[in-house]
């Protein structure tokens, strides 16, 4: 089955600064990557997500990059700001296979 | 549009009793998948309904089961409960045939002592 790996676990920037989440996965056959926020205490929400036909999507402060070749793709958060203090997850999804394989977490700490 | 339910949100059960958890999905969404979601593992995927018909399942032993009913809404069932088995339960709806966009409930917090 598919294999999702996160890096870093942890992260702490400056306020201001940007953070960059990275996932790599194993099957090629993964077309759809979401990225999910989990605030402590509170359910994931979805942030942002790119399909495998897309390079790169952005919505205000983050964005997100697909490399197929390399099978990896990143969280990009510009502007940091304290409220983006969070864990991140990011998951791979063969879409028709009806299951998301999710990373391990990246806990991105923002310091004002 | 209401978002996911989940009830109860917490549980404190016995090593050895069995629970059942259960999740509403959002109007007209199709599809409900439950995660385990534990501190050093991440969110594991237990499995997926679509139209009263599981699809799919993760990793996880036959105590784990779980059901859909006409209505979309989905229960979750854990027998013989182990110390292990302590964890955040979430369930997520989809409304879609082939899953793109998940919504996750507040999850139920389940405590075996």
């Known amino acids: 089955g598919e294999n999702v790996e996160q890096h870093p676990s942890t992260l702490s920037v400056q306020e201001g600064d940007s953070a960059v989440i990275k996932c790599t996965y194993s099957d090629s056959a993964s077309n759809y990557f979401p990225w999910y926020k989990q605030e402590l205490g509170k359910r994931p929400q979805l942030i942002i997500d790119?399909?495998?036909?897309?390079g790169e999507k952005k919505d205000q402060r983050i964005a997100v990059t697909l490399n197929k070749t390399a099978k990896h793709f990143s969280l990009h958060i510009t502007e940091t700001q304290p409220e983006d203090s969070a864990v991140y997850f990011c998951a791979a999804s063969i879409t028709t296979g009806n299951q998301f394989y999710f990373g391990t977490g990246t806990s991105l700490t923002v310091i004002p | 549009k209401a978002g996911v339910t989940q009830t109860p949100r917490y549980l404190i059960k016995t090593r050895g009793q069995q629970v059942t958890l259960s999740c509403s999905p959002i109007s007209g969404h199709r599809s409900v998948s439950w995660y385990q979601q534990t501190p050093g593992q991440g969110l594991q995927f237990l499995f997926e309904?679509?139209?009263?018909?599981?699809?799919n399942k993760g990793n996880f032993p036959g105590r784990f089961s779980g059901r859909q009913f006409s209505n979309s809404r989905s229960e979750m069932n854990v027998s013989t409960l182990e110390l292990g088995d302590s964890a955040l339960y979430l369930c997520?709806?989809?409304?879609?045939?082939?899953?793109?966009?998940?919504?996750f409930g507040p999850g139920t917090r389940l405590t075996v002592t």
């Open positions: 997520a709806s989809s409304s879609r045939g082939a899953i793109y966009e998940q919504y």
């Open positions: 309904y679509f139209s009263e018909t599981q699809r």
């Open positions: 790119i399909r495998s036909n897309v």
